[in-house]
């Protein structure tokens, strides 16, 4: 019998959740949540990967599954397709609740709901017959990792290899060895951000390799773990599903825990902090700065490979007015029929702290919004591109130039 060893209590800092509150969880919201995030950032002709199945006509070596919650990122949806397609894999990309692996049920007490939805998944997994499953998604990959030794005790044989995002990446950076088409050195020393063996085994693997893809990028000096900041890791959240325990913090606390990052970054000559889970970097690039920007490692392999996708969340979460986020993000949530209530309640859900006055507007100090992904370009390039200019040209009465999100 399949052990089960999924751990679903813990949070990211590996603590017990809270789950007194589990009655009043909808799941309906938190679906529509994640998809209406994803389609406040981007235009429904960028999206490359399935969130709806179909029966597919030609099989695929590869079935990278994006997930849910990175829905609330989807900057990384658009750098993991396109490093899949620069290393050369023959894949096919899906996201959204029709992949999703049940964990929200299961975290809920609806175990014989995300059961069912996980098995579902499997079996769309296997209708492109791929030899391995590859989840973005730490608990997507703890989930399918049971159901799928369970589907081969029932069946006889698993359908695929599920591998976590981070193993398969540094695994392939390897076997190309020589071939992996670098393009650009990135100077930077980096302070890795990631769980470990306290939360699951899995946080332990994905963290390690992590570190190796760091050490394979040129350029990139790994100067090692940051610790989670005094008034807590900006990840962790008291229930699952919630936002984080940094959520409503004050203005000067935010600031504590600016400086306190900055301060483990001096003590080792770091510039970065770098995360690798796409709800990490969500809720740790809030506290990135000019002088220390978060950014994702999956963003600094993507400049490596001479790949250029900004990240969008954090460029938005910088500009600190809804307002602003809605103009800036109108072309894309218009794409999909969105009306400009539903987007309005998205941009204030997910871009507006309480700590939102201590915010730095824009990290334009030498790098702008490109800094945000880690390349480093000087201010004085961008020109109106600058988050200062944006800023300037709205407060002088004329229109708003299109950020570069694409």
């Given at each position: 019998?399949a052990?089960?060893?999924?751990?679903?209590?813990?949070?990211?800092?590996?603590?017990?959740?809270?789950?007194?509150?589990?009655?009043?969880?909808?799941?309906?919201?938190?679906?529509?949540?994640?998809?209406?995030?994803?389609?406040?950032?981007i235009?429904?002709?960028?999206?490359?990967?399935?969130?709806?199945?179909?029966?597919?006509d030609?099989?695929?070596?590869?079935?990278?599954?994006?997930?849910?919650?990175?829905?609330?990122?989807?900057?990384?949806?658009?750098?993991?397709v396109?490093?899949?397609?620069?290393?050369?894999?023959?894949?096919?990309?899906?996201?959204?609740?029709?992949y999703?692996?049940?964990?929200?049920?299961?975290?809920?007490?609806?175990?014989?709901?995300?059961?069912?939805?996980?098995?579902?998944a499997?079996?769309?997994?296997?209708?492109?017959?791929?030899?391995?499953?590859?989840?973005?998604?730490g608990?997507?990959?703890?989930?399918?990792?049971y159901?799928?030794?369970?589907?081969?005790?029932?069946?006889?044989?698993?359908?695929?290899?599920?591998?976590?995002?981070?193993?398969?990446?540094?695994?392939?950076?390897?076997?190309?060895?020589?071939?992996?088409?670098?393009?650009?050195?990135?100077?930077?020393?980096?302070?890795?951000?990631?769980?470990?063996?306290?939360?699951?085994?899995?946080?332990?693997?994905?963290?390690?390799?992590?570190?190796?893809?760091?050490?394979?990028?040129?350029?990139?000096?790994?100067?090692?773990?940051?610790?989670?900041?005094?008034?807590?890791?900006?990840?962790?959240?008291k229930?699952?599903?919630?936002p984080?325990?940094?959520?409503?913090?004050?203005?000067?606390?935010?600031?504590?825990?600016?400086?306190?990052?900055?301060?483990?970054?001096?003590?080792?000559?770091?510039?970065?902090?770098?995360?690798?889970?796409?709800?990490?970097?969500?809720?740790?690039?809030?506290?990135?700065?000019?002088?220390?920007?978060?950014?994702?490692?999956?963003?600094?392999?993507?400049?490596?490979?001479?790949?250029?996708?900004?990240?969008?969340f954090?460029?938005?979460?910088?500009?600190?007015?809804?307002?602003?986020?809605?103009?800036?993000?109108?072309?894309?949530?218009?794409?999909?029929?969105?009306?400009?209530?539903?987007?309005?309640?998205?941009?204030?859900?997910?871009?507006?702290?309480?700590?939102?006055?201590?915010?730095?507007?824009?990290?334009?100090?030498?790098?702008?919004?490109?800094?945000?992904?880690?390349?480093?370009?000087?201010?004085?390039?961008?020109?109106?591109?600058?988050?200062?200019?944006?800023?300037?040209?709205?407060?002088?009465?004329?229109?708003?130039?299109?950020?570069?999100?694409?």
């Amino acid at each position: 019998m399949a052990v089960d060893d999924r751990m679903i209590s813990k949070n990211a800092a590996g603590e017990d959740f809270d789950l007194s509150r589990a009655s009043e969880f909808s799941f309906t919201q938190f679906y529509r949540d994640h998809l209406y995030s994803e389609r406040l950032q981007i235009s429904r002709d960028e999206m490359t990967w399935l969130e709806r199945y179909a029966k597919p006509d030609q099989p695929a070596e590869v079935v990278l599954n994006l997930s849910c919650g990175v829905q609330n990122t989807p900057h990384l949806m658009l750098t993991q397709v396109a490093l899949f397609e620069a290393l050369g894999v023959d894949f096919v990309a899906t996201a959204g609740n029709k992949y999703c692996c049940g964990r929200p049920f299961q975290r809920f007490g609806k175990g014989q709901v995300g059961d069912t939805m996980a098995a579902r998944a499997i079996d769309r997994f296997a209708s492109w017959q791929p030899e391995v499953n590859v989840q973005c998604c730490g608990s997507c990959l703890i989930e399918f990792n049971y159901h799928v030794r369970v589907v081969a005790e029932e069946r006889g044989e698993a359908p695929f290899e599920v591998i976590h995002i981070t193993d398969y990446l540094v695994d392939r950076l390897i076997e190309m060895g020589d071939d992996v088409p670098w393009r650009k050195s990135i100077p930077r020393r980096v302070m890795v951000h990631a769980e470990g063996a306290e939360v699951h085994p899995t946080k332990e693997a994905a963290k390690s390799a992590t570190i190796r893809t760091l050490e394979l990028i040129p350029g990139i000096e790994y100067v090692g773990i940051v610790e989670s900041p005094a008034l807590g890791q900006p990840c962790a959240t008291k229930g699952p599903g919630e936002p984080s325990v940094l959520n409503d913090i004050t203005p000067e606390q935010y600031l504590e825990v600016c400086q306190d990052l900055q301060d483990q970054a001096d003590a080792v000559g770091a510039d970065a902090i770098v995360t690798h889970h796409h709800m990490c970097h969500r809720e740790w690039c809030k506290f990135g700065t000019n002088r220390l920007p978060v950014l994702h490692y999956q963003s600094l392999l993507a400049e490596a490979l001479g790949i250029r996708i900004p990240d969008r969340f954090q460029t938005l979460w910088k500009l600190g007015d809804p307002e602003k986020v809605l103009q800036q993000t109108r072309r894309h949530w218009e794409s999909w029929g969105m009306d400009e209530k539903d987007a309005r309640h998205v941009v204030k859900h997910h871009f507006m702290p309480e700590y939102a006055s201590q915010v730095q507007r824009c990290p334009c100090e030498g790098n702008c919004a490109e800094a945000v992904a880690g390349t480093g370009a000087a201010a004085a390039a961008l020109g109106a591109d600058c988050g200062t200019s944006w800023t300037a040209t709205l407060e002088a009465g004329m229109e708003l130039p299109v950020l570069d999100l694409v």
